[in-house]
Nanobody, 126 residues
């Protein structure tokens, strides 16, 4: 499985970006998929995820501003980010788990995901 993230860039605070994560190999509908982010000097943190056909899960810090979605026909998962804040600036990574469903208590843990795309950098100016 290969994941390709894109869509990062520079945006002013209050603006929006949409990140994409395209997968090669098996259909995305068969994966658990997540977005994580890592700012310079910080640990990687959970942003949003899908478990197969479950409702999405969000970090409290992005709830109401970010939306994770998928287009199975394009084998792509998106992260729509609205009302961006300077503290949202980070490298954003998409991740997937193809072997079995991630248990609910682990969906926010980076260790639960086996495949990772390269990061896409989001910069938010104040």
């Amino acid at each position: 499985v290969q994941l390709q993230a894109s869509g990062g860039g520079l945006v002013q605070a209050g603006g929006s970006l949409r990140l994409s994560c395209a997968a090669s190999g098996r259909p995305f509908s068969n994966y658990d998929v997540g977005w994580f982010r890592q700012a310079l000097g910080n640990e990687r943190e959970f942003v949003a995820a899908f478990r197969r056909s479950d409702n999405p899960y969000y970090a409290d810090s992005v709830k109401g501003r970010f939306t994770i979605s998928r287009d199975n026909a394009k084998n792509t998962v998106y992260l729509q980010m609205n009302s961006l804040k300077p503290e949202d600036a980070a490298n954003y990574y998409c991740a997937a788990q193809t072997r079995g469903r991630i248990i609910l208590s682990s969906v926010r843990k980076s260790s639960a995901y086996s495949y990772w795309g390269q990061g896409t950098l989001v910069t938010v100016s104040s």
